[in-house]
Structures are given as structure tokens and as C-alpha cells.
């Protein structure tokens, strides 16, 4: 006979937060509010983070256990920033919570239940670069890609599939939307899809989207096992609902079930990644789905100046479509007025970027504290360019994050083959860093290793079982002997182990003669070891290490950039980052919105939610900048008809610069008149002033 105790957080008040003191009014209501369904409707800069971070303390002081509690969010970054802040409010509470990113947690419940799902245990999980090359694999198999006939190579198969998954659109429908080329090949496409399939379970191997999908079949055709989690979870938290897709959603919905206890915190004028599968409709039928369910709107911005948030405001109200709300401004009105200026051409509009941001930065703003943003990344070419012939410093948010680097995955596969030996992807990697091995080489050794491994660790057996090539004989038994001690016994070595074995016994060579910034790889290689300190298990390892490098976990630089210096993004992916002084470059039609935009009334509301997450990133200063001419474009120069965003604005919100050559000066009308720098005046018949290069 067994007597259950639960221990209860203490009573006095020494411990406990108050609340009211250090949240607004529509904070704490939120924060505060009754078991229930309830959307927080959280404005740009209105602390949506400490809301929910709020929120998630409340339920602990109210005697929630952590792991009664699910927090999903989009980033890893944003997960472990929230459980922080519960840990600095309630110290070592938070340990326990289910906190992380959609996929992290399907990880987790799947890795719980693999046969169940026809897996067996130790599956990988395949990032989008072994998606491919295993697609590839299965359209050769079926001998789709000849010399004769055109068919879609692994980045698109694995794109459609992939949208499929998180829309539930069909194959037609994606096809017709987005791929109207391929739609003569859809059966050929089906059956590579159903194909592909099989060879995941063959290869014991899970791809992204299997941890959301697999983990919503799992629990819609497993009655018992989707109560546990179910029961288990009295509280359902969802972070960035708006950007939720369809099965993100319906994976939300069957967890909280049975308590029905959630509250999902957005902001529907933020949506704007329904170009990887994000449903707008999801915050704005959540009143539908959660009938009775509580809006809770939070409109206080700690952010930026009153002139911004009144741009912002008027807008985001040319959309029909949304929850109105009005963002208001904590902080005292700023010296001026959001900037409209117009530029003759596009190499204009570099120069007044440029220069302007060197004056911002002669008046004491950090380089750091300034920011560019776009429509799209070739927009800053022009800008690129004269940042570089100034000298101002800048980064770019683009290019491959850490764990997406060749040489990083040229390593981790040595350690999923090591941990999963029935793993195609990893082991055809692996053997083409040898000498002499190609794709045709690496199936026919695939073959031979599969019939004599069986899906054991007996790796030493590969020495005289297979036929490598002459020119890689040698260079083969090194491999063998590599991998046989990855897993001394046939239990895998620790992962920082296996990296340090990997780089001294192979890798460190091939680097040396591969790449000319062998030292800098080096130095990634030796990072990844010590990361790897903190696992045990080579699983775990290799599961973090694909969420990582996930799409889910894109985090970029900004205002907290070590590096002084100018940041260049798009919109997309400054998302969550505020620096003091912003630009927003491009603002024509065609370009800011983008000529794809202008086909239906979905896509235009988009683009204008895009243009408030712009606006919504400054503190202080903001400049909307457009050419009025456009030139090197490849049908020759073009005239720029401003954005209607601009045109939709009110002209009291915004002052009107003039750029001239002239001194600066003051019309009588009250429009600004900024000198051009002198350094690099602009003479439309001087050929070499003009971008080497073609839009």
C-alpha cells in the first residue's frame, strides 16, 4: 500500500511574485487569468516574452508541477530564455517544464514510442540535406531522371513534400500554386513520395517534419498513448501562434484536449511566413475552435517613440482581415518625424543610406544600433557596395548558420552511421571524402555494407567484406578502423569523443588539403567537440545538433552583435530584433510589395503586415527610402512607382526629405533638403559609378 504526497510552493510572501507591481493592466489580466482557452493578442514591443514567462510563474505559485506544464515556442533560443526568466523568478522551479521547440518536443514523445510508429530505436533524424540526397536515392531507384526526360531534383521533391506535410494540401494543389512546370509528372511524383516512405523505415531515419507529423498520427491513432500526454499536460502555452501551420496547430489542439486549458500569445499583424506553411487563419479562427475561449489584447509599447507606433498604426489598418488594436507608446515623443525620401535612382538611395548612416554615427548611435531591411536580399546589392567604398561596417543575416557548414556535417555523419548503422544518408557521406568514390561507387558500397553489417556495429568486418576502389584501399581501412572505435564493444562512444577520433585519424587531413580556410574549420570542429561535452549519449547529440540546424531555429544577430557594425537583413529575419535607427529600402511597387503580392487580396495583407514588422523594429529613427529610377535593371532603367504602402499613409505622420546636391536648407513648404555626400557625387552619364553587376 503506497500514500501519494505533493508538495506545495510555499506560503509566504517573501518568495512569491507580485504580480501587479511589475506588470501593466492587460499584462496582468492575462497573466492572471482562470483556467480556460485564451488568446493573447501581444503588440509589437508590448513584452510578449514576459507575458508568457509571467504566465508560466503563476501556474507554479497556483500548484501546478512543472511537468504538468507544455511551452512551445519556435526558436530553442526563445524556449531556454523563458525558462530562465521563470528560474530568476522562482529559483529552480522551472525544471520539469516540457518547454522547446514543436519539433524538439515531438523528439521527445516519439523517441518514447518509435515501434509504434513502425521505427525502431536509435532512428536518426535527417536533416534537408540528407532528405535530398535520400530522395535522389529513391528517384534513381526508380529510374525517373534520365538523359531524356526532366524531372525535379531532391531540393524540390523534398520542398513539396514538406509542404504537403504542414499545409494537408495535395500534391495537384501544391503543383498547380507553386510547380505548374511539374504538374505532367505527378504520378511519377506520387510514387516517389509513397517510395520514400518505405526507404525511411529501411533506413530506420525520421526527416524534419516527421517529428510533427508522426507525433500527431502517433496520438490521433493511439487512443491510450495521446491520453497520457493529454492528462499529462494541464496547461497548453503556444509562443508566435501566428505563425503556427496546420499541423502545428492540430498537434496544439489534440494535447490540450482533454483540460482544454491553453493560451496561445501572438500577433496576427506579424504573420508573414505563409511561404513556409504558416496559416494565417489559425489566430483568427482560435475564438472558433475554443468557443468561450477569452481575447486578451496587450497594446502598451515599450519600444518605440509615439511617431513610429503612429505610422505602424495607420498602416496595419488598411487590412480588413485582424483583431484591431492600437499600439501606445511608453516613451516621450522623439525629436522628428519618420523620414519619406525619395531618391532619384537606386545608387542614390545607397549613397543617402550610407551617408546618413555615418551621420547617425558621428552623433554617438553605434553602428550596432542601425539597421537596413529589405523586401528581399538582392535589394541590398547597391547598398552593399557603397557601405564597402565608405568603410562602414556591416553584417549580413544570410549565408549558412553553424551547424549547417559542410564540414560540420561531413563529421556528424561518422557519428550517426557510428550510432545507427542502417543509415544510407550518413554512410554514403562519409565514404565520398575518399578518394575515388562517387555517387555510383557509394551505392554499390552501400549494398555490399548493408548485407554484411545487418544493422550491427561489427564494423571491422567492412575491412575485407567490401571492394573499394584501388585508389581509396588505403584510405578505407582507415575509415574501418576509424568507426570501430566510435563504438568500442558496438556501444557508441561518447560524441565528443567520436568528433576528436573522427579529426585525428581522418578528417583533420582532408581538411588541410580541401579548404583554404582549413584553420577556421579547425577551430568550428574543436567548438562542436566541446558542445559535445554535455551529452552523453551520441542520440541526444545528434538530435540537438539537427534541430540546430533546423529552419525552426533560425536566430540572427542584432543590436546585442558583439561586433560594431551595421546590420542588412530582410524583414523575414529580423523579425524579434529592434535597433534605434532603421531603414527600409526598396519601397516601390513590385518590389516592396513584390509583383507576385499583387495577384490576390492574401498575399497584398501579408506584404502589408511585413511592412509593420519593418516599421515596428525601430526605436527611434526611421527613414522609408525609394528610387524613383532604377537602373541596370536587365530590360534596361525603369521608373519606380512608390509603394502604396507609402501612398496609403497619412502625410502628417511622415516629413518629406528632398536630396539635393545643394547645401541643406529648408523649402518655404517645410519639405527637409539634405546635401548629397561630396565624396562620391553621382552623375548619371558616369558609367564606372554604376554596381559591376546586372539586377
Not at 578518394?435 to 552501400?446: D, M, Q, R, V
Not at 511585413?610 to 522609408?624: A, N, P, Q, S
Not at 562620391?680 to 546586372?694: I, L, M, R
Amino acid at each position: 500500500m503506497s500514500r501519494s504526497y505533493q508538495l506545495q510552493p510555499a506560503a509566504s510572501s517573501d518568495t512569491g511574485i507580485e504580480f501587479a507591481k511589475v506588470l501593466n493592466e492587460q499584462q496582468l489580466r492575462a497573466v492572471t487569468a482562470p483556467t480556460g482557452a485564451h488568446l493573447v493578442i501581444a503588440g509589437a514591443g508590448s513584452g510578449k516574452t514576459r507575458t508568457l514567462t509571467y504566465r508560466v510563474g503563476w501556474l507554479l505559485e497556483q500548484g501546478y508541477r512543472p511537468g504538468e506544464i507544455l511551452l512551445l515556442t519556435f526558436t530553442n533560443k526563445a524556449a531556454r530564455e523563458m525558462l530562465e526568466r521563470v528560474n530568476m523568478l522562482l529559483p529552480g522551479s522551472a525544471e520539469g517544464i516540457w518547454s522547446g521547440t514543436f519539433h524538439s518536443i515531438g523528439h521527445r514523445i516519439l523517441r518514447r514510442h518509435p515501434e509504434v510508429i513502425g521505427f525502431s530505436e536509435g532512428f536518426s533524424i535527417m536533416d534537408r540535406e540528407d532528405q535530398e540526397e535520400l530522395l535522389e536515392s529513391v528517384v534513381a531507384r526508380l529510374g525517373f531522371r534520365t538523359n531524356d526526360k526532366r524531372f525535379p531534383k531532391g531540393q524540390v521533391l523534398a520542398e513539396l513534400i514538406s509542404l504537403g506535410c504542414n499545409t494537408g494540401e495535395t500534391l495537384r494543389t501544391l503543383l498547380a500554386r507553386r510547380y505548374r512546370y511539374f504538374i505532367d509528372l505527378e504520378e511519377q511524383i506520387a510514387q516517389v513520395s509513397t517510395a520514400y516512405e518505405g526507404r525511411k523505415k529501411e533506413v530506420n531515419a525520421l526527416d524534419f517534419d516527421d517529428l510533427l507529423s508522426k507525433t500527431h498520427e502517433l496520438l490521433l491513432t493511439n487512443p491510450e498513448i495521446a491520453e497520457t500526454y493529454q492528462r499529462r499536460f494541464r496547461a497548453v502555452l503556444v509562443d508566435e501562434y501566428q505563425d503556427t501551420n496546420r499541423l502545428q496547430a492540430g498537434l496544439i489542439d489534440t494535447l490540450a484536449a482533454i483540460h482544454k486549458h491553453i493560451m496561445v500569445v501572438g500577433d496576427d499583424a506579424q504573420s508573414i511566413y505563409s511561404w513556409r506553411g504558416a496559416d494565417f487563419a489559425n489566430i483568427l479562427e482560435f475564438p472558433k475552435r475554443y468557443p468561450g475561449s477569452t481575447i486578451h489584447r496587450i497594446e502598451t509599447n515599450y519600444r518605440s517613440v509615439p511617431q513610429v507606433l503612429e505610422l505602424a498604426n495607420a498602416s496595419i489598418l488598411n487590412n480588413p482581415r485582424q483583431f484591431k488594436k492600437e499600439l501606445h507608446a511608453v516613451r516621450k515623443p522623439g525629436v522628428s518625424k519618420p523620414a519619406l525620401v525619395p531618391l532619384a535612382t537606386n545608387n542614390e538611395q545607397a549613397s543617402f543610406i550610407a551617408q546618413r548612416v555615418l551621420e547617425l554615427h558621428d552623433e554617438g548611435i553605434d553602428f550596432r544600433e542601425i539597421a537596413v531591411l529589405y523586401r528581399a536580399h538582392y535589394h541590398s546589392m547597391e547598398i552593399q557596395l557603397e557601405f564597402t567604398r565608405r568603410g562602414i561596417p556591416f553584417g549580413i543575416t544570410s549565408g549558412l548558420r553553424f551547424f549547417e557548414q559542410a564540414h560540420i556535417k561531413d563529421v556528424a555523419s561518422f557519428l550517426k552511421f557510428a550510432s545507427n548503422p542502417n543509415d544510407e544518408v550518413a554512410f554514403k557521406r562519409m565514404i565520398r571524402l575518399l578518394p575515388g568514390i562517387g555517387s555510383k561507387t557509394a551505392e554499390n558500397l552501400w549494398q555490399q555494407a548493408v548485407k554484411i553489417l545487418e544493422g550491427s556495429r561489427r564494423f571491422l568486418l567492412l575491412e575485407k567484406g567490401c571492394k573499394p576502389p584501388s585508389k581509396a584501399q588505403g584510405s578505407w581501412s582507415q575509415l574501418v578502423t576509424t568507426l570501430a572505435g566510435l563504438a568500442p564493444s558496438g556501444i557508441p562512444a561518447p560524441p565528443c569523443d567520436m568528433i576528436t577520433s573522427v579529426m585525428k585519424s581522418l578528417y583533420d587531413d582532408y581538411m588541410q588539403a580541401k579548404f583554404a580556410n582549413y584553420e577556421a574549420r579547425r577551430d568550428d570542429l574543436n567548438t562542436l567537440a566541446n558542445y559535445a561535452k554535455q551529452f552523453d549519449q551520441t542520440d541526444e547529440f545528434l538530435a540537438q545538433l539537427t534541430l540546430l540546424g533546423g529552419t525552426e531555429t533560425s536566430e540572427v544577430k542584432g543590436s546585442d552583435d558583439e561586433e560594431d557594425r551595421v546590420c542588412l537583413s530582410s524583414i523575414h529575419q529580423a523579425k524579434g530584433l529592434e535597433w534605434q535607427a532603421v531603414f527600409l529600402a526598396w519601397l516601390t511597387e513590385g518590389m516592396f510589395p513584390g509583383t507576385r503580392s499583387l495577384e490576390d487580396d492574401a498575399s497584398l495583407e501579408e506584404e502589408r503586415r511585413l511592412f509593420y514588422v519593418g516599421v515596428t523594429r525601430c526605436k527611434d529613427e526611421l527613414y522609408l527610402t525609394y528610387p524613383e529610377l532604377r537602373l541596370n535593371a536587365a530590360y534596361g532603367e525603369a521608373f519606380q512607382r512608390p509603394s502604396r504602402f507609402l501612398e496609403e499613409l497619412p502625410e502628417h505622420l511622415t516629413e518629406r526629405w528632398e536630396v539635393a546636391r545643394a547645401v541643406a536648407r529648408f523649402t518655404p513648404q517645410g519639405a527637409r533638403q539634405v546635401q548629397r555626400h561630396q565624396q562620391h557625387p553621382f552623375d548619371p552619364a558616369d558609367e564606372s559609378q554604376e554596381p559591376p553587376w546586372e539586377d
